[in-house]
């Protein structure tokens, strides 16, 4: 799904959001953001845009987790933005495996965003692939994605994955207790879609605020800049 509508505020966005997939709400933020050309982009580039969309410059992602290994709680402050690394200039991948050849193009957000949100993993694999493969022939004979043996997939999914590292954020975490490591993987959807839910709960509670002193309708207030909400709550609030 392409999402164009204009949205204005995190409440809204909060709000409109709920009920989608993750890809499809990756989308609406983009969008939110005025990034609607970001869809059509491979995934590890919506992931970086959605990272500087999101995130205020200069912040932290900061998550509490726990050693694997002896069940430590460890605080872990990561610079999200620096950990999406950059996607091939080439949005296309060239495998051949035997006598197969296969030329896809990387999957995109829309991509991502068209997928059945019920399908299974297999479905939802076959489906991503029929999407990106632009091209492939046996022995020089062309032939569907469909009929393409697993080798052929496994490699073409592991050029893929190359080509967009972006796309799957692993960060290497160590434990100071115990000295274990280990590598997790950092979801840029997740993480913006919680920084948007913590926005709207603070903006919900600034009009709770503004609304009890004056008066004012919810509308009113989240017509107000920033700035003048900020200068109206600081006038309430002791
Ligand atoms: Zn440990």
Redesign the pocket.
């Known amino acids: 799904m392409t999402s164009h509508h204009q949205v204005g505020n995190a409440l809204d966005v909060w709000e409109i959001g709920l009920s989608m997939t993750p890809a499809a709400r990756a989308l609406l933020l983009l969008g939110a953001a005025g990034r609607h050309d970001a869809g059509s982009r491979p995934v590890g580039e919506r992931d970086r845009a959605l990272l500087q969309a999101c995130l205020p410059a200069g912040r932290w992602l900061d998550a509490v987790t726990e050693?694997p290994?002896?069940g430590?709680q460890l605080d872990v402050e990561l610079d999200p933005a620096a950990l999406v690394a950059p996607t091939a200039s080439e949005p296309q991948v060239s495998v051949v495996c035997g006598e197969y050849r296969v030329v896809a193009r990387l999957p995109t957000g829309d991509d991502l965003a068209q997928l059945s949100p019920s399908g299974l993993v297999e479905e939802l694999r076959t489906a991503l692939l029929a999407r990106c493969v632009v091209s492939a022939d046996h022995a020089g004979r062309a032939v569907e994605s469909s009929v393409l043996p697993e080798p052929v997939l496994l490699a073409v999914e592991s050029a893929m994955a190359a080509a967009d590292p972006g796309a799957d954020v692993q960060v290497t975490l160590s434990?100071a207790?115990?000295g274990?490591e280990w590598s997790s993987s950092l979801d840029p959807v997740r993480f913006a879609w919680t920084s948007v839910e913590h926005a709207a709960r603070r903006l919900a509670v600034d009009v709770h605020t503004l609304a009890q002193a004056y008066g004012w309708s919810e509308a009113e207030i989240l017509r107000l800049s920033p700035f003048r909400r900020r200068l109206y709550l600081s006038a309430v609030a002791p």
């Open positions: 050693c290994s002896c430590s434990c207790e115990c274990a």
